[in-house]
């Protein structure tokens, strides 16, 4: 049973690019969340997925978007990459309704030059 | 606004001691607490999840407490090893079903 996939394992990108990274749910999970983490610190949850819409977003601009296509899999989109984008980005998953007990990928590090 | 502390944000200690981490939260109205261990450049693994009912789980040689009146809970680490060595994340899922995040502990294990 394949955990929680993510990829690419590491992104460098140019300031003002725009970057995409993707995430595969554990097998039987329908809900996707999105973290940050920068260096040192703890992550900052960027939104959650469930049944193709975005249900919960915390306090992150609108360049960040994402999607959720109906196998559940999932993709974080960032425009207009700034300098402080930098960091390690987190997919998670859970059943819907069961957001406390999540399933962690092992994490996109993108670097912003 | 729930926030979320842990100290200290980094230890050293010979292996074979017991140790304790700490974490402390500002609103006790929390679904749960989760411990969580993250190795350098690597994702999050789960080691240990409280409900708000409960006043400790145990999984090896790890424990972790909860006072929720109190905002506190403590991860004890029974006879330390080297690989141990990780950096240890506290959340609590507050009452919009997120997880809120401490900044973590970096713990090192000296052989």
């Known amino acids: 049973d394949a955990g929680v996939t993510q990829s690419p394992t590491h992104l460098i990108k140019t300031r003002g690019q725009q970057v995409t990274l993707r995430c595969s749910p554990k097998s039987g999970h329908d809900t996707v969340s999105w973290y940050q983490q920068a260096l040192g610190q703890g992550p900052q949850f960027i939104f959650q997925y469930y049944e193709e819409e975005e249900r919960q977003r915390g306090n992150f601009p609108d360049r960040f978007s994402g999607h959720q296509f109906p196998n559940y899999s999932s993709e974080l989109n960032v425009n207009a990459l700034l300098l402080g984008d930098s960091a390690l980005y987190l997919c998670?998953?859970?059943?819907?309704?069961?957001?406390?007990?999540?399933?962690f990928g092992p994490g996109t590090r993108l670097t912003v030059t | 606004k729930q926030e979320v502390t842990q100290i200290p944000a980094a230890l050293s200690v010979p292996e074979g001691e017991n140790l304790v981490l700490n974490c402390s939260f500002t609103?006790?109205?929390?679904?749960?607490l989760q411990w969580f261990r993250q190795d350098p450049g690597k994702g999050l693994t789960s080691l240990l999840l409280i409900q708000s009912s409960q006043r400790e789980q145990t999984s090896g040689r790890l424990n972790a407490s909860l006072d929720k009146s109190s905002g506190r809970s403590t991860l004890y680490i029974a006879a330390s090893q080297p690989g141990d060595s990780a950096t240890y994340l506290c959340a609590v899922v507050d009452s919009n079903y997120q997880l809120i995040w401490g900044a973590g502990t970096k713990l090192i294990i000296k052989p």
């Open positions: 609103d006790s109205a929390i679904y749960n």
């Open positions: 998670a998953s859970s059943l819907q309704g069961r957001s406390y007990e999540q399933y």
